[in-house]
């Protein structure tokens, strides 16, 4: 099986042009519209490999791609690819700096593309078995990584401004699916999974 890809752009013509030459080559293509959008999905899906837009309201290409080594370093070694119109030297090495495995810039050239995701596919198969069984959720994800720097639960509601119940309720859910007792017991098994890092 080629691959599970996700594309995150906000133009919807561009989502749906990318997966339509996607899926003709036979991978399974998901799309997203916005930064939010896209970072959640990566977080739902753990897809193979991520082609991501720069420019986007809400959240830039950037911005997912900083905030996903922050929180997730699981997905540290997804590939993730830079597909924009910013063609500056300064963006693209900037791009390559938060740690995207490739630049590639808009009018699309749908055969490099194809090339480039060929490419970066190429260890998947390898890596498959090394993710960790247990997926969580990125509220979830959040909610375990403060937890694991110490913070209480009244700390975190402030930090992800939601209150105090639901943070408990994501925490709640996180040790349940690690089938584990305590939130430190969480945050251990998450850490050690390489879902977090404290």
Known sequence: MPGKLLCIDDEQRIVDLLTEELSEQGYAVHGATSGPEGF????????DLVICDINMPGMTGFEVLEKLKTLSPQFSRMPFIFLSALNEREDILKGRRLGADDYVTKPIDFEMLLEVVKARLNPVARKANARPAVSLTEREIEALTWSARGKSSADIAVLMEVSERTVNFHIANAMQKFGV???????????LAGIIKE
């Not at 959640?40 to 899906?45: F, T, Y």
């Not at 007792?181 to 850490?191: M, P």
């Open 40 to 47: 959640a999905a990566i977080l739902r899906l753990n897809p």
């Open 181 to 191: 007792a305590t939130r430190i017991q969480a945050a251990v098994k998450a850490s």
